[in-house]
């Protein structure tokens, strides 16, 4: 029998009972009651994982949200199998702040709890040990030291007999793990728990800030026992990290956690060397890139006030902070932060909302903010830091356009293009060659009869999805549903053999550059190139000091410091010019300021060179005569006259079904269900049903219905008066749908 609902009555056969309210990971906008266990020694449950007993014989892992009483006979409440957290492992500011993400993204409880928790915590593992582990010379070892043998475990020896030794240190001597379990097994060593340091150690001194910097360092500083959301927004290359490593040092001193979220795997490595020579204190990661076993621990480890300095990627927002001083967003303008599956929440929202229960000031940076975040500055409601210079002897890098209009193009690249590349070389400098498009073409196209090689899993009649290709052309894969097949060996229209790729990915300009420059290291970064852990921090440190080229994508614009890059060359920025979707000019405009911030951010200058066939397109000339801010000037009152973010506030509710009439069904009864929930016809405009921009996917009809309103609180008002009848309508189980509140993408 299925557990009881706690959303529906029970029958009152019995007198009043205690009965759990648990939150299960299902998309079930519903807590179920249970009864509690044997034997429970009656301390507040609520926040502690459960396993309880679900479906006719299943069991899962939820969370309990409150304790009630209820009458209702025992038999016809089913009792939790087993209370996993003595102590509540949810409690506080993070049980509340997740209370808030489910109202916010009117999600199911239990998904957004489950969500905040690594996967063996969320699978019912126990919270796993966090303690600092080390190695001492045992009395034995002391005695038997001088004695010892030339080797290995005699210079362990001697390093242990001037105190102990922590693992991670340890892990840094060559052959030292052998050696300690060699002196173990001799019992002239021995495994102990360390104290653990709470105190930031020596930090290594940082450069000189200059007066915008140190002015930015004491505006945050000034806000460290209160929430204050802080836009740092500086010009790439003016020093932003060291705001940001000032803040936390300062925030180590008073014994307070510090969590900085960064938008890529990639950015962690860089991120973390520098942070930990500075700071003197151990710095976590945490990102996808980890085990499900070391991902817990940092958790455990933050949520116990072991970690520190915490740096990771969106999912890191979710950690606990008992002891909270600062939250740092690096490039919050990232889309990365926003999670597009699963709970839909944006990370730098949510810290921001953290934050502000938290009490602790929350520090935005980029070099080309959101629009959202501009806006709130305008408006006063997050306090607006510039930095205007790059640090140090750095200058901007000089930026021109290559017309490429009846220019002859190898892989996309023009004779200029290679020309500058070369003089760059020859110079002793390094290039990176932007191309945000990996794989070796965007199509496969026959020659003889016009024919293309499309996805047959995401392709409709009216909307063809090109399979790119990929390995030097001999495989085709589509990147929005993961499809693979070999590229055939003639067209299967015709039969004719003049198959050939159309346009340029990363792989494709890979070859060519290393066909021109057949003495120079060509280093590619992209997705396909750095799938395994560490892959990117590897090809950078491969790529070195020497001239070389690296060809990458936007993996590439987001951070890193390339001290010897002086030429910058993207290619291929015609696509964004003309793109459907509202939010494209600011992508664009982010994406071609980060990149060309890539060149001259050391002593040598940089160059940055655009090839376009649209060299006179307006959003061009307004970013070279004014910058970024001139492009947000002037699409802030655009954005506001079209009715979109950030002047307005929009939902979007897509579903998905094998065929597209259920698909549409399913939406025009979601569209009936708001216009009824609505006391007034201006609060809420419904565009839909609408076919998807992407229509099929993997096999699924797509259509989605839009929903825009002048104020967050008559949206978030009509989707929780409608939501209930969506939910309840027979047409919802025969499709797949999801809502996401402030999307980021109308795909």
């Given at each position: 029998?299925p557990?009881?609902?706690?959303?529906?009555?029970?029958?009152?056969?019995?007198?009043?009972r205690?009965?759990?309210?648990?939150?299960?990971?299902?998309?079930?906008?519903?807590?179920?009651?249970?009864?509690?266990?044997?034997?429970?020694?009656?301390?507040?449950?609520?926040?502690?994982?459960?396993?309880?007993?679900?479906?006719?014989?299943?069991?899962?892992?939820?969370?309990?949200?409150?304790?009630?009483?209820?009458?209702?006979?025992?038999?016809?409440?089913?009792?939790?199998?087993?209370?996993?957290?003595p102590?509540?492992?949810?409690?506080?500011?993070?049980?509340?702040?997740l209370?808030?993400?489910?109202?916010?993204?009117?999600?199911?409880?239990?998904?957004?709890?489950?969500?905040?928790?690594?996967?063996?915590?969320?699978?019912?593992?126990?919270?796993?040990?966090?303690?600092?582990?080390?190695?001492?010379?045992?009395?034995?070892?002391?005695?038997?030291?001088?004695?010892m043998?030339?080797?290995r475990?005699?210079?362990?020896?001697?390093?242990?007999?001037s105190?102990?030794?922590?693992?991670?240190?340890l892990?840094?001597?060559?052959?030292?793990?052998?050696?300690?379990?060699?002196?173990?097994?001799?019992?002239?060593?021995?495994?102990?728990?360390?104290?653990?340091s709470r105190?930031?150690?020596a930090?290594?001194?940082?450069p000189t800030?200059?007066?915008?910097?140190?002015?930015?360092?004491?505006?945050?500083l000034?806000?460290?026992?209160?929430f204050?959301p802080l836009?740092?927004?500086?010009?790439?290359?003016?020093g932003?990290?060291?705001?940001?490593?000032?803040?936390i040092?300062?925030?180590?001193?008073?014994g307070r956690?510090?969590?900085?979220?960064?938008p890529?795997?990639?950015?962690?490595p860089?991120?973390?060397?520098?942070?930990?020579a500075?700071?003197?204190v151990g710095?976590?990661?945490?990102h996808s890139?980890?085990?499900?076993?070391?991902?817990?621990?940092?958790?455990?480890?933050?949520?116990?006030?072991?970690?520190?300095?915490?740096?990771?990627?969106?999912?890191?927002?979710?950690?606990?902070?008992?002891?909270p001083?600062?939250?740092?967003?690096?490039?919050?303008?990232d889309?990365?932060?926003?999670?597009?599956?699963?709970?839909?929440?944006?990370?730098?929202?949510?810290?921001?909302?953290?934050?502000?229960?938290?009490?602790?000031?929350?520090?935005?940076?980029?070099?080309?903010?959101?629009?959202?975040?501009?806006r709130?500055?305008q408006?006063?409601?997050y306090?607006?830091?510039?930095?205007?210079?790059?640090?140090?002897?750095?200058r901007?890098?000089?930026?021109?356009?290559?017309?490429?209009?009846?220019?002859?193009?190898?892989?996309?690249?023009?004779?200029?293009?290679?020309?500058?590349?070369?003089?760059?070389?020859?110079?002793?400098?390094?290039?990176?060659?932007?191309?945000?498009?990996?794989?070796?073409?965007?199509?496969?196209?026959?020659?003889?009869?016009?024919?293309?090689?499309?996805?047959?899993?995401?392709?409709?009649?009216?909307?063809?999805?090109?399979?790119?290709?990929?390995?030097?052309?001999?495989?085709?894969?589509?990147?929005?549903?993961?499809?693979?097949?070999r590229?055939?060996?003639?067209?299967?229209?015709?039969?004719?053999?003049?198959?050939?790729?159309?346009?340029?990915?990363?792989?494709?300009?890979e070859?060519?550059?290393?066909?021109?420059?057949?003495?120079?290291?060509?280093?590619?970064?992209?997705?396909?190139?750095?799938?395994?852990?560490?892959?990117?921090?590897?090809?950078?440190?491969?790529f070195?000091?020497?001239?070389?080229?690296?060809v990458?994508?936007?993996?590439?614009?987001?951070?890193?410091?390339?001290a010897?890059?002086?030429?910058?060359?993207v290619?291929?920025?015609?696509?964004?010019?003309?793109?459907?979707?509202?939010?494209?000019?600011?992508?664009l405009?982010?994406?071609?300021?980060?990149?060309?911030?890539?060149?001259?951010?050391?002593?040598?200058?940089?160059?940055?060179?655009?090839?376009?066939?649209?060299?006179?397109?307006?959003?061009?000339?307004?970013?070279?005569?004014?910058g970024?801010?001139?492009?947000?000037?002037?699409?802030?009152?655009?954005?506001?006259?079209?009715?979109?973010?950030?002047?307005?506030?929009?939902?979007?509710?897509?579903?998905?079904?094998?065929?597209?009439?259920?698909?549409?069904?399913?939406?025009?009864?979601?569209?009936?269900?708001?216009?009824?929930?609505?006391?007034d016809?201006?609060?809420?405009?419904?565009?839909?049903?609408?076919?998807?921009?992407?229509?099929?996917?993997?096999?699924?009809?797509?259509?989605?219905?839009?929903?825009?309103?002048?104020?967050?609180?008559?949206?978030?008002?009509?989707?929780?008066?409608?939501?209930?009848?969506?939910?309840?309508?027979?047409?919802?189980?025969?499709?797949?749908?999801?809502?996401?509140?402030?999307?980021?993408?109308?795909?």
């Amino acid at each position: 029998m299925p557990p009881v609902p706690s959303s529906e009555p029970t029958a009152a056969a019995a007198p009043s009972r205690t009965v759990w309210q648990v939150a299960l990971p299902i998309p079930l906008p519903r807590l179920f009651d249970y009864l509690p266990p044997a034997g429970d020694d009656g301390s507040d449950p609520v926040g502690c994982r459960v396993r309880v007993p679900f479906g006719r014989n299943g069991e899962k892992v939820g969370v309990v949200a409150a304790v009630a009483d209820a009458d209702a006979a025992p038999a016809e409440l089913k009792t939790v199998a087993a209370r996993l957290d003595p102590a509540p492992l949810l409690h506080g500011e993070l049980l509340d702040s997740l209370r808030w993400l489910a109202r916010y993204t009117h999600a199911p409880l239990g998904e957004a709890l489950a969500t905040a928790l690594p996967g063996p915590l969320r699978h019912g593992e126990p919270l796993p040990d966090t303690r600092r582990w080390g190695w001492r010379l045992s009395e034995a070892g002391a005695t038997a030291l001088a004695a010892m043998r030339a080797g290995r475990p005699r210079e362990l020896a001697e390093r242990l007999a001037s105190g102990p030794l922590d693992e991670d240190t340890l892990g840094t001597i060559d052959g030292a793990r052998a050696a300690a379990r060699s002196l173990e097994k001799r019992g002239l060593a021995e495994r102990v728990v360390l104290a653990a340091s709470r105190a930031p150690g020596a930090a290594s001194a940082g450069p000189t800030l200059n007066a915008e910097q140190q002015a930015a360092v004491d505006t945050v500083l000034a806000a460290r026992d209160r929430f204050q959301p802080l836009l740092l927004d500086g010009v790439t290359g003016s020093g932003k990290t060291e705001v940001y490593l000032h803040a936390i040092a300062d925030c180590l001193a008073r014994g307070r956690q510090a969590l900085v979220l960064v938008p890529e795997i990639g950015l962690t490595p860089q991120t973390l060397a520098r942070f930990r020579a500075r700071l003197g204190v151990g710095v976590h990661a945490l990102h996808s890139g980890l085990a499900d076993g070391e991902r817990a621990r940092v958790w455990a480890a933050a949520a116990r006030g072991q970690a520190r300095v915490v740096v990771g990627t969106r999912s890191a927002v979710f950690l606990p902070l008992p002891e909270p001083g600062l939250i740092v967003i690096d490039e919050e303008h990232d889309g990365s932060f926003k999670q597009l599956d699963g709970i839909r929440y944006h990370a730098r929202d949510f810290a921001l909302v953290r934050g502000k229960a938290l009490a602790v000031p929350v520090v935005l940076g980029s070099a080309t903010p959101s629009l959202e975040s501009l806006r709130n500055a305008q408006l006063g409601r997050y306090a607006h830091l510039r930095l205007r210079q790059r640090a140090g002897a750095a200058r901007p890098p000089q930026v021109r356009v290559i017309d490429v209009r009846k220019r002859p193009l190898d892989a996309g690249l023009s004779p200029e293009l290679f020309a500058a590349i070369g003089r760059a070389l020859d110079a002793g400098g390094q290039v990176l060659v932007f191309k945000n498009r990996r794989g070796y073409a965007p199509v496969l196209l026959c020659h003889d009869c016009g024919w293309s090689a499309q996805c047959p899993r995401c392709s409709t009649e009216l909307h063809g999805t090109p399979m790119t290709v990929h390995a030097g052309g001999r495989r085709l894969q589509c990147h929005h549903c993961g499809a693979r097949q070999r590229v055939p060996d003639a067209c299967p229209d015709c039969g004719g053999l003049s198959l050939q790729p159309q346009g340029a990915g990363t792989e494709r300009i890979e070859d060519a550059l290393k066909a021109r420059f057949p003495d120079t290291r060509v280093v590619r970064i992209d997705r396909g190139s750095t799938q395994r852990r560490d892959a990117m921090e590897r090809l950078l440190a491969e790529f070195g000091d020497a001239p070389g080229i690296l060809v990458g994508t936007q993996m590439l614009a987001k951070g890193h410091d390339l001290a010897g890059l002086t030429l910058v060359a993207v290619v291929g920025i015609d696509e964004g010019l003309f793109s459907a979707d509202f939010r494209a000019p600011e992508k664009l405009a982010q994406l071609l300021i980060q990149v060309a911030g890539r060149a001259g951010r050391a002593q040598r200058p940089g160059e940055v060179l655009l090839q376009t066939h649209h060299p006179d397109h307006p959003l061009l000339a307004t970013l070279l005569g004014g910058g970024y801010h001139a492009f947000a000037e002037a699409e802030l009152p655009l954005r506001e006259a079209a009715g979109f973010p950030p002047s307005t506030h929009m939902a979007m509710l897509r579903a998905e079904a094998r065929q597209v009439e259920i698909a549409e069904g399913f939406l025009r009864i979601a569209r009936d269900a708001l216009r009824d929930a609505c006391d007034d016809d201006t609060a809420l405009e419904i565009s839909g049903p609408l076919p998807a921009p992407m229509p099929r996917r993997a096999g699924y009809q797509r259509a989605q219905l839009l929903l825009t309103a002048p104020d967050r609180r008559r949206l978030h008002a009509a989707l929780d008066a409608a939501l209930p009848t969506i939910h309840a309508a027979p047409e919802s189980r025969k499709v797949r749908w999801s809502l996401d509140v402030d999307p980021i993408d109308l795909y």
